[in-house]
Structure formats: structure tokens, C-alpha cells
């Protein structure tokens, strides 16, 4: 029997996925390449936080790493990272074994419920 699955490469995936800091990453890199010092500003956390996150993410393969000048820029993979105009579906990323939806920003706020409201 031939397995599709690739379980083990699968529950990699899912596990590095598996933290709120790498999802927030993974959200704020979907706007293009940026370093770990724009995503930490971004993100509000520290420098070697990020960094270590950023690690996980890079030894996934869901996001590439390379060097401009003194600073390493972070970028999703594009063979995980299916962009929404692109593909005609909403932005995701495909694992291969299963795929993980990123709901665009205005569809975030529509769905918020506001505190005390229904």
C-alpha cells in the first residue's frame, strides 16, 4: 500500500503551525518579506522570540530565509504559500496533506463579534 499522506512530514507542518506567535507571523508575512525587526515591532515581542519562531517556521519549510546586506529577510515559501488573486481561492497554506484557509483581513473584522452585542 502506497501512502499519499506523508504523516509524518504532515504532523511536522501542523506542529510548527501550532503556536499563536507563528500564526500571527504567518499573517503578518502573507503582506510580503520583512525582517525579524519589522516583525517584532509589529508583533510587539522581542527580537529573540521572533527569531526562534522564525526558526521553526524556516525548518518547515513554510517560510525562506535570505540575506540582504545585514539583515535577513523572512519570506513564506511560495510552493506553501497559495495567494488568493493568484489561485482564485482564498489565501492558504497548502501543506500537500491538507491546507490551512488565512482569512483575508476584511473578512476577520466582519466576522468579529462586538463585546456586549448579541
Do not use: W
Request: with cysteine; hydrophobic share 40%.
Amino acid at each position: 500500500m502506497t501512502e499519499d499522506l506523508e504523516p509524518d512530514r504532515c504532523a511536522r507542518l501542523l506542529k510548527a503551525m501550532a503556536d499563536p506567535e507563528r500564526l500571527k507571523i504567518v499573517q503578518f508575512l502573507r503582506a510580503g518579506p520583512k525582517n525579524v525587526g519589522e516583525i517584532a515591532a509589529e508583533l510587539g515581542e522581542e527580537i529573540v522570540n521572533v527569531s526562534h519562531h522564525l526558526g521553526v517556521l524556516r525548518n518547515a519549510g513554510i517560510a525562506l530565509d535570505e540575506r540582504h546586506g545585514r539583515f535577513i529577510v523572512y519570506r513564506l515559501h511560495p510552493e506553501v504559500f497559495q495567494s488568493g488573486p493568484i489561485t482564485g481561492k482564498a489565501e492558504h497554506l497548502d501543506f500537500g496533506c491538507c491546507r490551512l484557509e488565512i482569512p483575508a483581513a476584511e473578512a476577520r473584522k466582519k466576522g468579529k463579534r462586538v463585546k456586549g452585542k448579541g
